[in-house]
């Protein structure tokens, strides 16, 4: 789990979460969730996430590989 604070820099970085369900419909996607960035091609690709908490923590990753 990441802090509010630090989910709060994020996404002022651009970085939000998608519920898969309520975007691409119930059935495969539903309770897949998966991180996304804002005016850029930068999204959570391959494995999604079962839970939003779970895709902030791999947004947080994914940014602190880049230095963000």
Do not use: H
């Not at 897949?32 to 779970?54: C, P």
């Amino acid at each position: 789990m990441i802090t509010e604070q630090r989910k709060s820099e994020l996404q002022q970085k651009g970085f939000f979460v998608e519920d898969m369900e309520k975007v691409w419909g119930p059935g495969w996607w539903s309770g897949n969730f998966r991180w996304m960035r804002k005016d850029s091609d930068e999204f959570q690709d391959g494995d999604t996430s079962d839970s939003e908490d779970a895709a902030w923590v791999d947004a947080d990753r994914y940014a602190k590989e880049l230095c963000l």
